[in-house]
């Protein structure tokens, strides 16, 4: 199940910053990538989208398996005012569940 916690703030220079966290799923048995859809009408294709894995423990990893399996994730296919998805990559290959922040 993905869980998106996101928040909307004001920024020094007036501006907004939305932010969130999103589980990564990589599923039961050993794979290199996934994908999980954040949807928020906040979201422009001028956004700029930043993603990184947390190194938070799951009930699947430990906070040093995000280094072991070399995750990492970016955001791309930005739908204008619907959506944007997060793509996972794992090269060693994983299974089971990472936490990732967002922001933009």
Known sequence: MTKI????KGG???ST??????????????DFNTTVTIT??????????????TAIATA??????????????YA?????GVSFDIMGSAPNSTWGKYLVNWAF
Do not use: C, K, W
């Open 5 to 8: 916690n996101a928040t909307t």
């Open 12 to 14: 020094s220079s007036g």
């Open 17 to 30: 910053t939305t932010t969130g966290q999103v589980t990564m799923d990589f599923g039961a048995t050993e």
């Open 40 to 53: 928020t009408a906040l979201v422009t294709s001028a956004s700029i989208i930043r993603v990184s894995p």
């Open 60 to 73: 699947d990893h430990d906070p040093d398996d995000y280094a072991a399996e070399g995750i990492t994730a």
């Open 76 to 80: 791309t296919n930005i739908v204008n």
